[in-house]
C-alpha cells in the first residue's frame, strides 16, 4: 500500500510540473520587434532631449529619447527596447520652454524648435527589420 502511495505522489508531482511548464512558457501577445538606435543632429549640431517616436501603419508606436550625443534607443512598451517590424513614420519633436509674460503673469510656453516636416507634418519613413536596425537623422533648420 506504501509503495501505491508512493508512486501516486511521484506523478502527481510529474503532472504538476508538466502543466505549470506549459503555463509559462506560451507565446506572447507582443508582436515580433526589432531593436532600433540612432542618431539625430540638426544643422550638424547633435539634438539633445528630443523624443523620437516611430509610428507604425498598425499598432503600437515605440518611443525614445535623445540624450546630449543625440543618440536614442527606442522603447516599445516598459522595459521591452525595440520596434515594431515594419514601415514606420517618424517623428521628432523637442519643446522649450519660453517662459515670457502676459499681463504681469509668467505663463509657461512652449515653442517646437524642429520643423514641423519631421514632426507633426513628417515626412520621414523607416522600415524596421528583425535585428538591429539602425536610423541616423541629419535635419535641417531649414
Known sequence: MKLRGKWNGIFLFNLICIIAAGCGGGSSDQPDLGSVTGNIVIDEKPVSGAMVVFSPEKGRSSMGITDG?????????????G????????????????????????????????????????????????????????????
Open 69 to 81: 550625443d543625440g543618440n536614442y534607443e527606442l522603447t516599445y512598451v516598459g522595459e521591452t527596447q
Open 83 to 142: 520596434a515594431k517590424l515594419g514601415k514606420h513614420t517618424i517623428s521628432i519633436t523637442t519643446v522649450q520652454e519660453d517662459n515670457s509674460e502676459e499681463s504681469g503673469e509668467e505663463v509657461a510656453s512652449f515653442k517646437e524648435s524642429i520643423p514641423a516636416k519631421y514632426n507633426t507634418k513628417s515626412t520621414l519613413t523607416e522600415e524596421v527589420k528583425a535585428g538591429d536596425n539602425v536610423f541616423d537623422f541629419k535635419l535641417t533648420s531649414k
